[in-house]
């Protein structure tokens, strides 16, 4: 696990920014008129890059191994590189780069990325690996409370070209879209995430076909992103779109929240389909607003911002519903008397598991149903029984997101 964090955090160092850079790039080439249009295309780019990504990652976990999750991105990175080099030529400013280099603000990233870390890990780990009151999670919650204000004194009055500048601190608007970044990527990730995780162990869907559905929702985010993207350069309103989008989005969480093992594919794909429209209303015109409404030299450095309050918004969203899903599933099995009496069966065989770890205590049912001392009716009213109490349980823990 400590390899897997340390890789994923040096990945991020590296990736990290790509979209915002994205994004970055666009506003400095395009007037403001035909911003939004290009602005659709990228959007709608990285909504096929997200339909294909869970097509690709589940056929290769499903016949090979889920290591070529990461080692087909060697070969992508390489061409997308190629790509940079050979075609993106951006029109350079003539400046003086050892000044840049000297006033960059490197104690202030430093403190930054740290802090984030600090952040991060026990948001991603807590509630599972380590307790949510374990002194590991106390201990860098409050260091990652630190280090941020650390990091503001910094930049108002240490660093001579802060990386976020006050003048951001101070902006209404900028501060409002961070936060709408914020709680867009929470209900988008924590979508994703739980909609496959129902799907996998309700209905038994294979990693292949979990991104089908994934796709689905995809597909009619590139469609409205596209669409939003046209009606924005030509009539220079979002306003509406902001206030449809989270209203479907409350429709579609509303039915997925009732999702039972009996819900057919028809239902799942359509349910899917109109979360699909409300993040095409949402996603993609955070950062054309956004960009409409700062000066220009404020654009990189609030893009970034905006980008980056998404990805904290999502690993918060899915650590905090997780958290709320296995609580609620202890509860809902309480009286569960089968389930608990085949988990003692377990235990002093020496499983060691318990309701909340629910994937792994499933999979050892299935085994037992087919070879096991313990009867298979038991062992069958317990599987039912846990998918009972999951059930239950999602309803609550998915809803809690429109809290």
Known sequence: MEVLILSRAIAGVGGGGLISLSYIVVADITSVKERAKYMAGLGAMVGSGNMLGPLIGGALTDKLTWRWCFYINLPVGAITFLFFVLFCNIPRKAVNTWETVKNVDLLGSFVLLVSLMAFNIPI??????????????????????????????????????????PPIWRSPFIMAMAGISFFVGGGIQSCFM???????????????????????????????????????????HYISFFIVGPLVWIAGNIWIANFTKDSGLNQIITSCAVLGLAIGCM??????????????????????????????????????????????????????????????ALNSNGHQVNVSQYITLSKLLQILAISSEIPKDLILTAADQLKRGFNDAFKVAFLSQLA
Not at 138 to 160: C, H, K, M, P
Not at 321 to 344: F, R, S
């Open 194 to 236: 739980y909609i496959s995780l129902f799907l996998e162990f309700i209905d038994g869907y294979n990693a292949i076909q979990v991104g089908g559905i994934n796709a689905v929702v995809c597909t009619f985010y590139i469609i409205v992103t596209v669409a939003s993207g046209i009606v924005l350069s030509k009539k220079g």
């Open 124 to 165: 991603l780990l807590g509630g599972t690996t380590w307790a949510w009151n374990s002194p590991q999670v106390i201990v860098l919650l409050v260091l990652s409370a630190i280090g941020l204000s650390l990091f503001v004194y910094i930049e108002f009055r240490v660093a001579v070209d802060p990386v976020v500048p």
């Open 283 to 344: 996603v993609q015109l955070r950062i054309s607003a956004l960009q409409l409404g700062v000066e220009k030299e404020l654009i990189p450095i609030a893009t970034g911002i905006c980008t980056s309050a998404m990805s904290i918004g999502a690993n918060v969203a899915v650590s905090v519903i997780g958290t709320i899903l296995n609580n609620l599933l202890i509860t809902k099995t309480d009286g569960a008397i089968e389930l608990h009496a085949v988990i003692d």
